[in-house]
């Protein structure tokens, strides 16, 4: 039984176009993370949410945009995609916010490979 | 800024022998570091970690050696078997910023 979930696996599109990826976690976690891997494989955090609150917003476009509809789920929604927006993005969740870096590791998706055309 | 350093982008290792990846930092705020392990096609997962009070931590076949003056710290693996076979990334965290700073990782190959 997966931990965390997303999908879809590969999601390969326009420039231009709206998409959507669905993050659920069912390890009954309070904290959920998105990450995106681009080329040169840096790994680097995009948002997080504890308690459907958003708590972390690194420096990303405003056509990112997360949505938690509850403590499961982060779903991630990219408006106008663009060439750059290529990378794998990461789901990931833990049990707090504050052990999380520490003794409480987080737990990551597979990934979805997201393409632009 | 790269404040998370793995300089080198592969290791090939024969099983049985000790691996030895290695991570430098910068920023000397840092005070817990992580280890993920990443199998292709899937999500990284949590190997060890060490506070910024220890200078090793064991667990099984892997341990992480800190050495804060150098700000370097170093994963060891032994014996390494095939199944060790993964990317390695190296992570660490500051108590005042609350997130995660990956390195780019290190690609471990042990073969028989």
């Known amino acids: 039984d997966t931990a965390v979930s997303q999908t879809p696996k590969y999601l390969v599109t326009q420039m231009g176009n709206d998409k959507s990826i669905k993050c659920e976690q069912n390890?009954?976690?309070?904290?959920m993370y998105w990450y995106k891997q681009d080329s040169k494989k840096f790994l680097k955090i995009m948002f997080s949410?504890?308690?459907?609150?958003?708590?972390i917003n690194e420096t990303v476009p405003n056509r990112f945009s997360p949505k938690s509809p509850d403590k499961a789920h982060l779903n991630l929604h990219i408006n106008s995609l663009e060439l750059g927006d290529s990378a794998v993005y990461f789901c990931?969740?833990?049990?707090?916010?504050?052990?999380?870096?520490?003794?409480?590791?987080?737990?990551f998706g597979d990934g979805t490979r997201l393409s632009i055309l | 800024d790269q404040q998370v350093k793995q300089n080198s982008p592969s290791l090939s290792v024969q099983e049985g022998r000790i691996s030895i990846l290695n991570c430098d930092y910068t920023n000397s705020m840092f005070d817990y570091f992580l280890w993920y392990k990443k199998y292709p096609a899937e999500g990284p997962t949590f190997l060890i970690s060490i506070s910024s009070i220890k200078d090793k931590n064991e667990d099984g076949r892997f341990t992480v050696f800190l050495n804060k003056s150098a700000k370097h710290l170093s994963l060891h693996i032994v014996p390494s078997q095939p199944g060790d076979s993964a990317v390695y990334f190296c992570?660490?965290?500051?108590?005042?910023?609350?997130?995660?700073?990956f390195g780019t990782g290190t690609r471990l190959q042990v073969f028989p």
């Open positions: 949410y504890n308690n459907k609150e958003l708590i």
């Open positions: 390890l009954g976690h309070d904290t």
């Open positions: 990931a969740s833990s049990q707090d916010p504050w052990t999380a870096y520490s003794n409480q590791p987080q737990h």
């Open positions: 992570a660490a965290s500051a108590l005042n910023t609350d997130k995660l700073i």
